[in-house]
């Protein structure tokens, strides 16, 4: 159940990068429905809605992380839903920032994402970040 649901999700997420090429953002947002919504982080992350400040959050991420790498420890799904455990990388500066989280993806009729809910500690990557002494740029600017 589902194998259809996790193939499009393993390549959204192959789509972000393999640790050394840049993300393919033509790729991932065709794979939003218009009007997606995407929850940055949970507890308490902002909330993008639409396909259009997806792409631009999208853009944001690009200026302060590169060499973006999405680890797949587990996927499980239904037909509407799917959940994975990951353990993601990126570089910003100098040096790496690894995190864990959680992901959930509601699906559409049409197979595509309409709400994407990441679960992880904002404050471990902030951390990393600010040793990085890398500037981010707050959501949506």
């Known amino acids: 159940m589902g194998a259809v649901q996790e193939a499009f999700i393993r390549d959204f997420l192959d789509a972000w990068g393999d640790g050394e090429s840049d993300p393919d953002s033509e790729r991932i947002l065709a794979a939003f429905?218009?009007?997606?919504?995407?929850?940055?982080?949970?507890?308490?992350?902002?909330?993008?809605?639409g396909r259009e400040a997806i792409g631009k959050d999208i853009e944001r991420q690009l200026r302060f992380c590169n060499k973006m790498k999405c680890g797949l420890d587990s996927i499980t799904s239904s037909d509407t839903q799917v959940h994975t455990e990951r353990h993601d990388t990126f570089v910003a500066g100098e040096v790496t920032v690894h995190h864990y989280l959680m992901a959930v993806y509601d699906l559409d009729e049409n197979g595509k994402?309409?709400?994407?809910?990441?679960?992880?500690?904002?404050?471990?990557i902030?951390?990393?970040?600010?040793?990085?002494k890398a500037e981010v740029p707050k959501v949506g600017t």
């Open 33 to 49: 429905a218009e009007d997606a919504e995407w929850q940055l982080w949970l507890p308490g992350g902002p909330i993008l809605k």
């Open 126 to 132: 902030n951390r990393q970040l600010k040793a990085a």
């Open 113 to 124: 994402i309409k709400a994407w809910r990441e679960y992880f500690d904002i404050d471990d």
